[in-house]
């Protein structure tokens, strides 16, 4: 299993009406998660890009557990348990920092594709050989 966690504080932007995150930001969150754990195993987003591919959310799902507020510190938790499926599969959990009790898990899944012919394919072997040290 691959797991990383990074950190990101909550911008009032961020914030709707009743002082709470914005549901809807959460899967912007998911997202810093997604490439943040990309990066940890070396492998920039944008070098998956350069290499030819792209990676569309194909599906999204989010467990609203406990608001957060503008200026909280959230600790988010991106894990992948397989890499050599067509689809790519990512959990996530997002915490306070400082605190145990999850506020939001979800997930979100994702598809290979060519750039050059938006056309689902395998996983390329540039994803393979980044993650795979992380599987054996």
Avoid: W
């Avoid at 290499?51 to 557990?65: C, D, F, S, T």
């Avoid at 909280?72 to 397989?82: G, K, P, Q």
């Amino acid at each position: 299993m691959l797991q990383n966690t990074t950190s990101i504080r909550v911008r009032y932007a961020d914030t709707d009406k009743m002082q709470f995150v914005y549901n809807g930001k959460y899967l912007e969150y998911f997202e810093v998660g997604r490439t943040e754990l990309l990066r940890s195993c070396g492998l920039a987003y944008s070098e998956l890009e350069k290499a030819g591919y792209q990676l569309p959310l194909i599906e999204a799902g989010v467990k609203y557990k406990s608001p957060a507020y503008y200026d909280d510190v959230l600790e988010i938790t991106a894990s992948i348990n397989e890499i050599n499926s067509a689809k790519v599969y990512i959990e996530y959990s997002i915490k306070k920092e400082n605190a145990d009790e999850i506020i939001v898990t979800g997930f979100t899944s994702h598809m290979f594709i060519r750039e050059e012919t938006k056309r689902p394919t395998k996983p390329p072997q540039i994803y393979i050989d980044a993650l795979k040290k992380y599987f054996q």
